[in-house]
C-alpha cells in the first residue's frame, strides 16, 4: 500500500536535517573537517574525503543528515557533528531544512555560504551558491523549516 499522507505516520518537521518523508534516500559517509550543524548544505574538503559546511565559491555536496536525538530538558548543545565525527551527507530524498527568506513550493534552491542555510534561486542575496538537482517541496517563511528535495548524482 502506497503511503501518501506522510503526516498520518510521521511527525512533522522535528528540526534541522531530519528525512521529510519516508521515500528512499541516499547518504554518503566522510569524517567532518569542522563541526558541522544539522541540516546545513556541506562540500567536501580538498582531500575529497572529509566534508566542511559549503564556503563561498564552493559547491553543495549534499544536506547533513541529522541523527542524533536533542536533549530538550537541558537544552544541550548536541545538533550537530562534532570535528572528526563521521558525517551523514544526505545526497537524495526529501529533508527538512532551514531558509534564511521566505520560500514557495517549487521555487529552485540556492545555498548562502555565511549560514549554509537555503534561500530561493530568485534571491536578491549576492555570493550564493546554486544547489543543483534540488527544490523545494513545501513553502516557509524566513527562518522557517522547509522540506528540499535534492537528487544528486
Same mark, same amino acid.
Given at each position: 500500500m502506497a503511503i501518501t499522507s506522510y503526516d498520518k505516520y510521521m511527525p512533522a518537521a522535528g528540526g534541522k536535517g531530519k528525512l521529510a518523508n519516508y521515500q528512499d534516500y541516499s547518504a554518503d559517509t566522510?569524517?567532518?573537517?569542522?563541526?558541522? *550543524?544539522?541540516?546545513?548544505?556541506? /562540500?567536501l574538503g580538498t582531500d575529497g574525503e572529509t566534508i566542511t559546511r559549503v564556503k563561498a565559491g564552493g559547491k553543495p555536496?549534499?544536506?547533513?543528515?541529522? /541523527?542524533?536525538?536533542?536533549?530538550?530538558?537541558?537544552?544541550?548543545?548536541? /545538533?550537530?557533528?562534532?570535528?572528526?565525527?563521521?558525517?551523514?551527507?544526505?545526497?537524495?530524498g526529501v529533508i527538512w531544512v532551514q531558509v534564511d527568506e521566505d520560500v514557495?513550493?517549487?521555487?529552485?534552491?540556492?545555498?548562502? *555560504?555565511?549560514?549554509?542555510?537555503?534561500?530561493?534561486?530568485?534571491? $536578491?542575496?549576492?555570493?550564493?551558491? $546554486?544547489? *543543483?538537482? $534540488?527544490?523545494?517541496?513545501?513553502s516557509a517563511q524566513a527562518g522557517g523549516l522547509v522540506q528540499i528535495e535534492i537528487n544528486l548524482p
Open positions: 566522510k569524517a567532518a573537517a569542522e563541526d558541522i *550543524p544539522y541540516g546545513v548544505a556541506v /562540500q555536496y549534499g544536506v547533513s543528515l541529522a /541523527q542524533e536525538i536533542h536533549d530538550w530538558v537541558l537544552k544541550a548543545d548536541d /545538533q550537530k557533528y562534532l570535528k572528526y565525527d563521521p558525517v551523514a551527507a544526505v545526497r537524495k514557495v513550493i517549487g521555487d529552485g534552491v540556492v545555498v548562502d *555560504p555565511t549560514t549554509s542555510n537555503f534561500r530561493p534561486a530568485d534571491t $536578491a542575496t549576492s555570493g550564493v551558491i $546554486a544547489f *543543483p538537482s $534540488a527544490a523545494f517541496k513545501s
